[in-house]
């Protein structure tokens, strides 16, 4: 997979993509990212890319034809109908866990990172194929968002996760859509008073498995009980 991202600050991207799973995806071909510095489409020899929005008030806007001509640069023209451009935009749908694995079939993708008051409209109109809001805050940049959602997609590439038993156990993954992952424990066997639930340590696969089971669902109805209430456990009695 392609992964591009348009963005005016490339060096925040770099750190990330050479750090754990996203690198692991580099380095074994599966994932090949490219960053393109919204600066090199700027209109002037001064490196404008942002402009002061129309109508007037605070902030500045992204302007339309740096933004247009990035996304073209990475993105041809047949390729139009295929390629998400995602804007990363607390207006776009909320990601999840279903959004991650519906990219996850593409074999490119670009990210638009806005800054300061967004993106001047029309880019939507012109390039953008699709908005996605990380959650219902605000941050100064499109990038991290990008970034949350490159590393959740990466997981579902093709060998990039050495034991995908691993990731399929995680919360919200593989058959387990509305359940928490389990707890975990590790050496120590005692710590501070705390021991470590005896079947852990019990060798009994099948034992543990159940354990693990009790644990998921114990922590959903505590921490997470609005997840059970769309699943088939139906919903979670005060
Ligand atoms: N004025 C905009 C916010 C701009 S924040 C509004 O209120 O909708 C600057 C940029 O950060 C946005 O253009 C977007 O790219 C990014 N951003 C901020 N919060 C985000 C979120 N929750 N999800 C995805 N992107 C976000």
């Not at 929005?53 to 996304?71: D, H, K, Q, R, T």
């Not at 941050?139 to 034991?163: H, K, N, W």
Request: glycine share 10%; aromatic share 8%.
């Amino acid at each position: 997979m392609e992964i591009c991202f348009i963005t005016i600050f490339p060096g925040m991207m770099s750190g990330p993509l050479a750090s754990g799973i996203l690198d692991i995806a580099a380095k074994k071909g599966a994932a090949d990212y490219k960053v393109v510095d919204l600066r090199d489409f700027a209109v002037d020899k001064h490196g404008s890319v942002d402009d002061y929005p129309y109508g007037g008030g605070p902030g500045m806007v992204l302007i339309a034809p740096s933004v247009v001509e990035a996304v073209e640069s990475v993105r041809s023209p047949e390729e139009a109908g295929e390629v998400p451009v995602i804007l990363m935009s607390p207006a776009g749908r909320r990601f999840d866990q279903s959004v991650a694995m519906e990219l996850a079939r593409h074999e490119k993708i670009v990210f638009v990172c806005g800054r300061y008051k967004g993106v001047d409209a029309r880019v939507d109109e012109l390039v953008i194929t699709d908005t996605i809001s990380i959650g219902d805050y605000i941050l100064s940049g499109g990038e991290l968002p990008a970034l949350v959602v490159a590393d959740t997609v990466i997981r579902y590439l093709p060998g990039v996760i050495g034991d995908e038993r691993s990731r399929d156990t995680d919360s919200f993954s593989g058959e387990r859509e509305f359940l928490l992952d389990a707890a975990y424990y590790t050496r120590p066997p005692e710590y501070r008073g705390l021991k470590v639930p005896e079947i852990l340590q019990s060798g009994n696969h099948a034992k543990i498995d159940e354990w693990r089971e009790e644990s998921a669902l114990e922590r959903t109805k505590r921490l997470r009980p609005d997840l059970l209430d769309d699943s088939e456990e139906g919903p979670v009695q005060p």
